[in-house]
């Protein structure tokens, strides 16, 4: 293997790879990023059996070959270099330079490296911007907690009657839902669920491509698949299914309110500074003259008390929340305005972006009782 590519080319191709590098490989070939030039290309691609991440650059290539070589080593090594990069595979080194720095770096055994899987059949065609937004919306409600695994991913359901994808994670205080039109490639109704942080990563990849191919799991492969213009990645899915949202959602409202979101924002960040856990509630006091009142801490602690603008539709309402959750919300929402819709004040409420329809994000927040 014998080639010639632009430093930005290949820092950018290496650096998409080592993101599906784990931490402590199990084998050490997996820490490895392969290499394969070929004509005018150089495929550059990472696979440890759960995540794989292939993508490619332009590259002048002399010289057809494949090289494994430690990716963190190469990854520190092009971030710290400029101008070409001239790679030469010899015997079991490969040489690297540019300008003038020279690197003799040692290659892992290919015949022990894995195939990478099949991408699989596309289930549908997005927009990458709109999945990397659905993405990031629907995190923000993800469960943090290792003893309830499957709370950790996010899940997809594709509905082939109404040609939707839709996104959806629960930490069971709170329930993010994210549905989008996408181009149907007309495969039956199915279910997903994805590690967080890889379907992140992988979506942000893609946010500037103007078509993202997603393949859902079958029973066979149990991968999910991203395809852009340059990058594919593969997840492993999860095994089981999130809990069913469409019961949780309210569909009957009796109280409704319109509160301008960076308003709230800083009062329920200014109102929680005197909880002495991060955890504690603050308290919303929806009143008839337009007023939201906020109030934090405790008699026998700090307190206190702020107010913003609101329009409510219906009776007076106090309820409280987590003030970290309910800041999440309000962040994922991406909207001036965020639109309060309750029912009783013991029962959870949705908060969605003022005036948007129902594939928009809808972010259920349970409250909290208090005492007394």
């Known amino acids: 293997m014998k080639l010639t590519i632009g430093q930005e080319h290949l820092a950018a191709a290496v650096g998409y790879a080592a993101r599906s590098l784990p931490a402590r490989p199990p084998v050490p070939v997996l820490a490895g990023i392969l290499l394969d030039a070929h004509e005018d290309w150089l495929r550059v691609s990472a696979f440890d059996y759960e995540v794989s991440a292939d993508t490619g650059a332009p590259a002048t290539v002399t010289e057809n070959g494949r090289a494994l070589i430690s990716g963190r080593l190469l990854s520190d090594i092009i ?67 290792d003893t309830l695994p499957l709370l950790t991913g996010i899940g997809l359901r594709h509905d082939n009657e109404a040609g939707t994808l839709t996104l959806q994670a629960t930490d069971r205080y709170r329930f993010a839902v994210r549905t989008l039109a996408w181009k149907d490639a007309d495969l039956p109704d199915c279910t997903a669920v994805i590690p967080t942080k890889a379907l992140i990563d992988a979506a942000k990849a ?13 029973a066979s492969s149990g991968l999910f698949t991203l395809r852009g213009e340059c990058h594919t990645n593969t997840i492993r899915a ?6 069913k949202y469409e019961a949780l959602f309210p569909t009957e409202f009796e109280h409704e309110a ?16 005197v909880s002495t856990k991060k955890e504690s509630p603050i308290k919303l006091t929806f009143t008839a003259e337009g007023t939201l009142v906020l109030e934090g801490g405790t ?12 329009s ?22 991406n909207a001036e305005r965020v639109q309060f819709q309750f029912t009783t004040a ?20 349970m409250p909290i009782r208090l005492s007394g």
């Open 79 to 145: 971030a710290t270099i400029r101008g070409d990069v001239h790679l030469e595979l010899t015997g079991s080194r490969m040489l690297l330079r540019a300008g003038s720095a020279r690197f003799t770096l040692p290659t892992l055994p290919l015949e022990e490296y894995p195939a990478l899987p099949d991408p699989g059949a596309t289930t549908g065609t997005l927009a990458g911007a709109d999945l990397a937004e659905a993405v990031a919306q629907v995190a923000s409600a993800v469960g943090k907690d």
């Open 206 to 218: 893609v946010a500037d491509d103007t078509a993202v191919d997603i393949a859902l799991p079958t």
């Open 238 to 243: 999860m095994e089981g299914e999130l809990p």
């Open 258 to 273: 319109t509160v301008e979101v960076a308003a709230l924002k800083a009062a329920a960040q200014r109102v929680s500074l």
């Open 299 to 310: 008699s026998d602690d700090a307190q206190a008390v702020d107010n913003v603008d609101t």
């Open 312 to 333: 409510l539709e219906g009776g007076e309402l106090s309820i409280a929340f987590n003030p970290s959750f309910l800041i999440d919300g309000l962040n994922a929402l």
């Open 346 to 365: 013991t029962k959870p409420a949705v908060l969605r972006g003022h005036g948007s329809d129902d594939q928009a994000l809808r972010y259920l927040l």
